[in-house]
């Protein structure tokens, strides 16, 4: 092998390396017997997963994590789905303006934008004397602004690789305008739309800043009821939840794989 | 009645531009006609208006006796094959070829009996089940036609239906598009800047230019009777020289005598026309003609062209390629010739 190539290999392994040493220790540290956290271990226990299960919060994070995710996507998706096209179709006025309005979210610090809707909850709390802060609806509201701008990136990405002809050779086929967009482009734009439900679910699942002044009891997420506990305690217990997580993501991403390619998308 | 009529058909655009500029077609049923140009002459526009992609500014479209000049572009009977063919990537082969049926709302049995048949047709049936991008080129190309054509349109479209093949694969499609054509009886519209498409393929030929038709009429017609330069040199290749008639001859602006029928052609400002493979050339004592230089000779297998110095001016000559021992096989860049022509041939065209 030429030097060249051996830098090359040097360098992907490397990449590879760090970005998975954290992960594989996690994994290690989940099954370490010692509350303090050691090396060598004094032994493996499974202790910690147990544990993990049996703390309440931790099950009811999990549920209204996934709760808040899958319908943050179920709004979010669909409504950005809908701004990528009307960005990528329409000849509207203000395009660029409001395709940077879209994304904005991911621009703004998760902190900052987290104190803006708590004010703002609170404000509207008062005028219309009912409960956002501290709902699952308060929460959805919020985790929808991280699945709209995902969907218009990558939506808008997809659009722009698609062929007009091909809508134009479904019109001329006979096919009216809605039997064109739910038989043609809706389906072409498949592999674009799944990434972007990953994403925004991926995104809502873990995210922490954003979430952290509009949880409440009873209705917090997960990676909220972690830092809580971490508040108090440093036992491999959190390792352990941490696993459980990857491991669901993971899986996650290898059954999306199965229908649509990620790497065509991503 | 025309099966496609079109009549005073006009694009122009919001700034100003425009892209066809009044024209009139009429094509009978069964007929292949081809528009023909250099890009951005109007002929893709022209076959987006009859298509219904592009809304016309002025002007009527008439499909069988059906007014279709604004319907939307699903409700005009029209099947197009488009330059990318623009197959549902997302469908298999059948998917593709029934979709119009579904659209059509036929039921299911005809559906696929029609669909099996299209596909027979383009020798594709034993790839029904496979998707568009397990498909070649070539066979991309078929299934956009059985496409198009398992619908029985009024009219069928044809987009550069040939332009993204290869040399070799292109004659073969060329022909059997033809063939399909003429079998099923298709009034076609094709658009095309390959002239030797459009000669071989159609019935008739319209060649345009900014947004207007310089001439329209059979092959023979555009090659032999060219109404114009740009026609001239459009179809085909041609000798081109400015300049007017004098005492019975052409007088080349450069002073330069060339024969020609002057005819009724009068004393304007003319071009003289003629086919390079119009011209002979011979070598030696004995040989007749205008005496002229060889200044280049271009060997092509089959023929061989050659560069001519008449004077001031430079005429190209395409031959058959001349057998070993033909004085002319041994000629030289340098070496005098002698070139001749029928003075019928020549055409004296408008200088516009």
Same mark, same amino acid.
């Given at each position: 092998m030429s030097p060249g190539r051996l830098l090359y290999r040097g360098g992907i392994i490397a990449a590879y390396v760090l970005m998975l040493a954290?992960?594989?220790?996690?994994?290690?540290?989940?099954?370490?017997?010692? /509350?303090?956290?050691?090396?060598?271990?004094?032994?493996?226990?499974?202790?910690?997963?147990?544990?993990?299960?049996?703390?309440? /919060?931790?099950m009811s994070g999990f549920i209204v994590s996934a709760k808040v995710a899958v319908l943050a996507?179920?709004?979010?998706?669909?409504? *950005?789905?809908?701004?990528?096209?009307?960005?990528?179709?329409?000849?509207?006025?203000?395009?660029?303006?409001?395709?940077?309005?879209?994304?904005?979210?991911?621009?703004?610090? *998760?902190?900052?934008?987290?104190?803006?809707?708590?004010?703002?909850?609170?404000?509207?709390?008062?005028?219309?004397?009912?409960?956002?802060? *501290?709902?699952?609806?308060?929460?959805?509201?919020?985790?929808?602004?991280?699945?709209?701008?995902?969907?218009?990136?990558?939506?808008?990405?997809?659009?722009?690789?698609?062929? *007009?002809a091909v809508e134009e050779a479904a019109a001329n086929l006979g096919a009216r305008p809605w039997q064109v967009f739910w038989r043609v482009t809706l389906p072409m734009l498949r592999p674009g739309i799944v990434a972007a439900v990953m994403f925004s679910f991926i995104q809502s699942f873990e995210n922490l800043e954003l979430t952290l002044l509009l949880v409440g009891p009873g209705m917090s997420t997960l990676p909220i009821e972690m830092i809580n506990y971490l508040e108090f305690r440093m036992d491999p217990t959190l390792a352990a939840v941490a696993t459980v997580q990857v491991v669901l993501i993971a899986a996650l991403m290898l059954i999306t794989d199965r229908f649509v390619k990620l790497s065509r998308v991503v | 009645m025309a099966a496609l009529d079109i009549q005073g058909l006009e694009k122009t655009y919001a700034n100003g531009f425009t892209a066809v500029a009044g024209l009139d077609l009429k094509i009978g049923k069964?007929?292949?006609?081809?528009?023909?140009?250099?890009? $951005?002459?109007?002929?893709?526009?022209? &076959?987006?208006? %009859?298509?219904?992609f592009i809304d016309p500014t002025a002007g009527r479209i008439t499909i069988e006796g059906r007014e279709v000049t604004h319907l939307p572009a699903h409700a005009r009977d029209t099947g197009m094959v488009f330059q990318s063919y623009?197959?549902?990537?997302?469908?298999?082969?059948?998917?593709?070829?029934?979709?119009?049926?579904?659209?059509?709302? %036929? $039921?299911?049995?005809?559906?696929?009996?029609?669909?099996?048949?299209?596909?027979? @047709?383009?020798?594709?049936?034993?790839?029904?089940?496979?998707?568009?991008?397990?498909?070649?080129?070539?066979?991309?190309?078929?299934?956009?036609?059985?496409?198009?054509?398992?619908?029985?349109?009024?009219?069928?479209?044809?987009? =550069?239906?040939?332009?993204?093949?290869?040399?070799?694969?292109?004659?073969?499609?060329?022909?059997?598009? @033809?063939?399909?054509?003429?079998?099923?009886?298709?009034?076609?519209?094709? %658009?095309?800047?390959?002239?030797?498409?459009?000669?071989?393929?159609?019935? @008739? &030929?319209?060649?345009?230019?900014?947004?207007?038709?310089?001439?329209?009429?059979?092959?023979?017609?555009?090659?032999?009777?060219?109404?114009?330069?740009?026609?001239?040199?459009?179809?085909?290749?041609?000798? +081109?020289?400015?300049?007017?008639?004098?005492?019975?001859?052409? =007088?080349?602006?450069?002073?330069?005598?060339?024969?020609?029928?002057? $005819?009724?052609?009068?004393?304007?400002?003319?071009?003289?026309?003629?086919?390079?493979?119009?011209?002979? +050339?011979?070598?030696?004592?004995?040989?007749?003609?205008e005496p002229a230089v060889l200044k280049e000779i271009l060997y092509l297998g089959a023929q061989t062209e050659y560069v001519v110095a008449l004077g001031a001016e430079r005429l190209t000559v395409i031959r058959p390629t001349p057998a070993a021992g033909d004085p002319l096989h041994a000629a030289r860049p340098g070496d005098g010739v002698r070139a001749r022509w029928t003075p019928e041939h020549v055409r004296l065209l408008p200088d516009t």
């Open positions: 954290p992960v594989a220790a996690l994994v290690a540290i989940s099954f370490f017997r010692d /509350e303090i956290v050691s090396f060598p271990p004094s032994g493996f226990t499974l202790h910690w997963y147990a544990n993990g299960f049996a703390r309440s /919060e931790f996507c179920l709004i979010g998706v669909p409504a *950005g789905t809908a701004a990528a096209l009307g960005i990528a179709r329409s000849n509207l006025p203000f395009k660029g303006a409001f395709t940077t309005f879209m994304l904005s979210p991911l621009i703004v610090p *998760g902190i900052v934008a987290g104190t803006a809707l708590y004010l703002t909850f609170l404000m509207a709390q008062n005028r219309l004397d009912m409960d956002i802060t *501290g709902t699952l609806g308060g929460l959805v509201a919020a985790h929808v602004l991280l699945a709209i701008p995902w969907t218009v990136r990558v939506v808008t990405a997809s659009l722009q690789g698609l062929d *007009g | 069964g007929e292949l006609v081809s528009l023909l140009g250099p890009s $951005g002459c109007g002929k893709t526009t022209t &076959l987006r208006m %009859v298509a219904g623009a197959l549902f990537p997302h469908m298999s082969v059948a998917q593709n070829v029934a979709f119009g049926l579904e659209m059509r709302k %036929v $039921g299911r049995a005809e559906r696929e009996a029609r669909t099996v048949e299209a596909l027979k @047709r383009v020798q594709l049936d034993h790839l029904a089940e496979r998707y568009p991008r397990q498909l070649s080129g070539g066979q991309q190309q078929r299934v956009a036609l059985a496409r198009a054509l398992v619908v029985n349109p009024a009219v069928f479209l044809l987009d =550069e239906p040939l332009s993204n093949l290869d040399a070799k694969l292109r004659g073969e499609v060329r022909s059997e598009i @033809r063939a399909l054509q003429q079998a099923l009886g298709l009034t076609t519209l094709m %658009v095309t800047h390959d002239q030797e498409e459009a000669l071989t393929m159609s019935d @008739r &030929l319209v060649v345009m230019e900014g947004g207007r038709v310089r001439q329209a009429g059979t092959a023979e017609d555009l090659y032999e009777r060219p109404a114009d330069a740009f026609v001239a040199n459009f179809v085909g290749r041609s000798n +081109l020289i400015r300049g007017r008639l004098a005492e019975g001859a052409f =007088e080349a602006a450069s002073g330069t005598r060339l024969a020609c029928v002057p $005819g009724g052609a009068g004393t304007g400002p003319l071009v003289f026309a003629l086919r390079p493979e119009r011209i002979g +050339l011979s070598v030696g004592d004995d040989a007749t003609g």
